[in-house]
């Protein structure tokens, strides 16, 4: 399949007073069209800043994208004038937020807002405006949406709030939807109700999605393939299959055994000691180091590079550096 986005050595960082947050750092994927990619990782790995970057959106000051390109549909977005990126986002790349009640204006009626993004976008007919609208409440499987449209977002739940969220993103048709830890505020039955919504109207569309979350039990019947980052940095990328059966970072071990299994009840759940390191210092040896229950010394002061260990399937540590597995 062909690269609908492409993510080359991406560094963004925010300069303090007196100190730099190297928050993303060397980042580099893509995404095919049409395709499901999940990008897992702890609060503070860098995620929602990788999203931004992607969107343009980046609070400059003090952020600031330092390296690197967005290749969107073969054009790199970095560089480009905020007028170009403006008729890009809400248009050809859309995005929805974890918490929509911070994204949604609570002076306004939900209807009015989805309206909004219509009128940014497009020259249809006020009265064609609201008939969409509501189509796209129903599309997005809102109960009532004739009487949701002049609902106040503080009258709707906040599953029906998510829902605005996701009519808002696709009300333009987005090539690429980027999902920013959708589902991480809602109930485990929402939650499925959400995960199986975007799973199907990624189909209807034909578009790609960026799905961020820092829970790997999620993505399983959503993704086709799953990047996961540590400190700025992608450790692992594989198709969904694949890296459930075979992980090989010890990160995404380590996260592997975080999920909760019904066949497997324990009286306490794994988790993984210490936390993520200060970034504000550039990453120097494997950030994963003083976690890792493999660490060697040569994990301290070298930095393994990303390396496509069996076909499709790469990681970022020392155990596997050079130790290309032969292809049977």
């Known amino acids: 399949m062909e690269n609908l986005l492409e993510v080359k050595n991406l560094a963004t960082y925010f300069k303090l007073e007196d100190k730099t947050i190297h928050a993303v750092d060397g980042v580099s994927f893509n995404i095919k069209k049409g395709e499901i990619v999940a990008l897992i990782g702890e609060s503070g790995s860098g995620k929602s800043v990788t999203a931004l970057s992607i969107m343009g959106i980046v609070p400059i000051p003090p952020g600031e994208i330092i390296n690197g390109e967005v290749i969107f549909e073969g054009k790199d977005l970095i560089g480009k004038k905020n007028k170009e990126l403006k008729a890009i986002r809400g248009n050809d790349i859309s995005m929805i937020y974890q918490e929509p009640m911070t994204s949604l204006n609570p002076m306004l009626k939900v209807g009015y807002q989805i309206k909004e993004v219509l009128k940014i976008h497009t020259d249809i007919r006020r009265s064609e405006a609201k008939s969409k609208a509501i189509e796209f409440l129903r599309k997005v499987e809102m109960p009532e949406p004739e009487k949701r449209y002049n609902s106040y977002p503080y009258e709707l739940s906040g599953g029906m709030r998510q829902r605005v969220m996701i009519a808002m993103a696709l009300i333009c048709n987005p090539k690429l939807l980027i999902a920013d830890e959708p589902t991480t505020a809602l109930d485990v039955t929402i939650q499925a109700e959400i995960l199986e919504l975007i799973k199907k109207l ?56 975080c999920i909760p299994r019904l066949n497997d009840p324990k009286d306490e759940l794994f988790t993984i000691e210490g936390k993520i390191p200060d970034l504000q210092s550039k990453e120097k040896g494997c950030a994963f180091y003083l976690r890792c229950n493999r660490r060697m010394d040569k994990c301290i002061d070298n930095t393994p590079e990303l390396v496509e260990y069996e076909k499709d399937h790469f990681v970022r540590c020392w155990h596997f550096e050079g130790e290309k597995k032969d292809e049977e």
């Open 202 to 257: 990624k189909s209807e569309f034909h578009m790609s999605v960026l799905f961020i979350t820092h829970d790997l039990g999620v993505v399983t019947n959503i993704a086709d393939r799953i990047m996961v980052m540590y400190s700025g940095k992608i450790r692992e990328i594989a198709s969904t299959n694949e890296l459930y059966k075979n992980p090989l970072h010890p990160y995404t071990v380590s996260l592997m055994k």
